[in-house]
Every structure is written in C-alpha cells, then in structure tokens.
C-alpha cells in the first residue's frame, strides 16, 4: 500500500501589531549609543557624558573605581514630557506608529504616557 502524505493546515501566527514600541531601559541604552538620537535629544547626550564620569574616593586606582550609569528612570520621564515636535521625532526614529513609556512622576507614583 503506497504511503500518501497528510496536508497539513497551517494557521497564521498572530502578531504584535507593527509599529508600536514601549520605551523600556533596555531602548534607553539603545538610544544612549545611536548618534541619531544623541544628535535629536541633547538631553541623552548630556546623560551619557555624565555617566562616563569616574565615581570613587580617589585613593586607589582600581577597585573602588567604578563608572556610574545614567539615571534611566529620569530619562524616561524626559522623553515622556518632551514637546509633541520632539515626541514626532522621536516616533520617526523608532519607526513607530505609537509608542508607550512607563516612568515614575518626580513628586511620586508612577505614570503611563502612550502618544
């Protein structure tokens, strides 16, 4: 008896819709090293100058030397209160057609900014 072969029926995979980022930490870093933001946001600039600067107590040149990373909970809250021309450029950037970022408000309590 000859062996015929099954169809198999393949359903297509969902996916997450196209075009919508959520600024985490890790897009944060990500921005901290693109030129084109650095050269968009003078802010993140700013930031990653500020974190390249040795912190320690200055008595020895190596263990308690310790490069210090930028505040990225801030700089989230920044790019959440930027002015909407900024908030188009950066959307343009990402390649996004919406774009939610988490952070935590100055004063207290955390907040949710989808544009």
Do not use: W
């Amino acid at each position: 008896m000859p062996q015929t072969r099954r169809k198999v029926i393949r359903r297509p995979q969902q996916k997450v819709p196209v075009g919508e980022v959520e600024i985490s930490d890790n897009t944060v870093r990500m921005m901290l090293h693109d030129p084109r933001f650095l050269s968009s946001f003078p802010f993140l600039q700013q930031a990653k100058k500020k974190a390249m600067t040795r912190k320690g107590c200055g008595c020895s040149s190596g263990a308690r030397m310790k490069m210090t990373g930028p505040n990225l909970a801030v700089l989230r809250r920044k790019l959440a209160n930027m002015p909407a021309a900024k908030k188009l450029k950066l959307k343009k950037l990402l390649g996004a057609k919406r774009i939610t970022i988490r952070y935590l408000k100055s004063v207290g309590g955390a907040a949710v900014k989808r544009f």
